[in-house]
């Protein structure tokens, strides 16, 4: 299991061209399989990542490690190409030359649409040496100009050379300006990673979420309704439960004129709503009451508790009156603040909930 965790397997993939010149001379290679190896030393100088940690490249000096010698290369390559979250590419003259690194590239790109996640910020690229070629389309940013990346290799001396050339071999095969230029590659991936891992988190919690709503039973109803209308909004909920749901909280709100007194309660409401599966807005005859109830609960305070907790929390306005609250603006306003209306007035109405949460679920599935 990768830092960042599913659906990857490793964090970083490290691409690079071997440097061959046709005759089985290989330039970079040993170079680029020791930057490798600083890399995720100096990585996991933070304790967070030592476990955890995944760099993958095609050949590791831990055996078992490696791509396996007996399956097709480019197909096994390719399945731990499309689980890696970052794609680290070595550039040089050499990894632009090679279709082998272009195969690696295009079929990154190709299968990160499976995860739901764009391509923009996960590719890191380390200048080993300058270029003069064009970049491929996934290596520019919106305006077609190349991602800035890290330079990696000496300036001011002809030849160019990656960094730490002239001391390789060695324990500790490079040097200050090695050792320097590494670190700032370090910080930027500790968090890059870390923001991978929270969104990773999110959407796992998000399709958690949509799973739930398709349950037979055992949801959790945020249901909102003013103490007024407190009789109303007792009838309403034992109907929910006896369909199988779950109400919180566990009676009607009361309306505070205290601006403090009423701050605390929005954020009480929204700690609750944030750990229940959607939200139902009791829909009185007091149009009002309808009005305001959309706007803070259904749009503002149901957004809070959405940051909170990563769940796709639907809301529905529950029409316990009839044909008296629908106006075309309500209607249009319920619809801009994504709250679905619910017809409440005829029995048996309940199933119609379930109806409403299991569509929510197939959407949230489908969009997926």
């Known amino acids: 299991m990768s830092y960042v965790g599913p659906p990857f397997s490793h964090d970083i993939f490290v691409s690079y061209s071997h440097g061959d010149d046709g005759n089985g001379q290989s330039y970079l290679q040993s170079w680029s399989v020791a ?3 600083e890399l995720g030393r100096e990585l996991k100088v933070d304790r967070r990542y030592r476990e955890p940690l995944r760099i993958f490249l095609d050949q590791e000096h831990r055996p078992g490690h490696g791509v396996d010698p007996l399956a097709p290369l480019t197909d096994q390559l390719r399945r731990e190409i499309e689980a890696s979250a970052l794609l680290l590419v070595l550039m040089s003259p050499d990894y632009l030359a090679s279709p082998w690194c272009e195969d690696e590239r295009e079929w990154w790109c190709k299968r990160q ?3 739901g996640l764009p391509i923009e910020g996960r590719v890191v690229i380390v200048q080993i040496l300058p270029t003069e070629e064009v970049w491929p389309d996934a290596f520019s940013d919106q305006r077609g100009h190349r991602l800035k990346g890290f330079r990696f290799h000496t300036s001011g001396k002809i030849p160019a050379r990656p960094l730490g050339w002239s001391v390789l071999p060695g324990p500790r095969p490079f040097g200050q300006d090695f050792d320097e230029a590494l670190l700032d590659i370090v910080g930027r991936l500790h968090l ?4 991978m891992q929270r ?4 959407q796992l919690r998000a399709r958690a979420g949509a ?10 109803l945020y249901l909102h309704g003013r103490v007024d209308q407190a009789r109303r909004w007792e009838d309403t909920a034992i109907a929910l439960t006896q369909e199988g749901f779950a109400i919180v909280p566990g009676e009607p709100d009361t309306v505070e004129k205290d601006p403090v007194k009423r701050q ?3 954020e009480r409401r929204v700690e609750i709503m944030a750990e229940s599966d959607a939200v139902l807005l009791l829909g009185t005859d007091d149009a009002r009451a309808v009005d305001t109830d959309l706007i803070v609960i259904g749009k503002h305070d149901r957004q809070s508790a959405r940051a909170r907790s990563s769940r796709p929390l639907p809301c529905g306005l529950l029409n316990t009156v009839g044909d008296g609250i629908v106006t075309p603006v309500r209607r249009a306003t319920a619809r801009n603040v994504q709250a679905d209306w619910l017809d409440a007035t005829d029995d048996p109405w309940t199933p119609a909930v379930r109806q409403w949460l299991a569509g929510h679920s197939a959407q949230l599935r489908h969009d997926e």
Request: glycine share 4%; charged share 35%; no cysteine.
């Open 264 to 266: 605390e309660a929005r």
């Open 199 to 202: 969104v990773l988190e999110e």
């Open 192 to 195: 890059k990673l870390d923001d």
């Open 35 to 37: 930057f490798a190896a």
């Open 211 to 220: 799973e739930r709503l398709a349950h037979t039973d055992g949801q959790v």
């Open 113 to 115: 649409t499976a995860t």
